[in-house]
């Protein structure tokens, strides 16, 4: 049986009380005690325009699953980012429907139900550099 943990730990200096978050958990099918075995594989992707791409397509996976997304701005440009956004595309300008902006060396990670596409787009012809993933409750059919 296939056994995936994410752990995160935020450490802060932010308030007069020092704040620190240790959080993990082991990703599992929905409604259910068996972990997530499968994946898109993790994938890599260059960009030198602000044009949107698609990163999770919601016909690759199972509808109302407990789907995993990983993204993250490979780049150490502080200055560039990337915004994110589902629905059918991520204009490079906020929409209603962008998630946030990863910055260089942001990363996420978020639950994703697979009904709706996750796009992203640059907000600069300068090449930068993406990294996505999503651990999967369901491949309907594999892409490359």
Known sequence: MATTHATISINSDISSYPMRINSSMTMKKAGSCHGL??????????FTS???????????LTDDKAHKLYVRNTSSNKEYF????????AAAAA?????GK???GDWMLM??????????ASSTTETQVLEYMVFA????????
Do not use: C, M, W
Not at 37 to 46: I, Q, V, Y
Not at 139 to 144: D, N, R, S
């Open 37 to 46: 075995d499968e994946t898109t594989g993790l994938r890599s992707k260059k």
């Open 50 to 60: 602000t044009t949107a791409a698609v990163i999770a397509e919601h016909d690759e």
């Open 82 to 89: 990337f915004y994110v956004a589902y629905h059918a595309s």
């Open 95 to 99: 929409t209603d429907q962008t998630i």
């Open 102 to 104: 990863l910055y260089g």
């Open 111 to 120: 639950p994703y139900d697979g009904n709706t596409n996750i796009t992203v």
């Open 137 to 144: 409750d369901g491949i309907v059919a594999a892409k490359g």
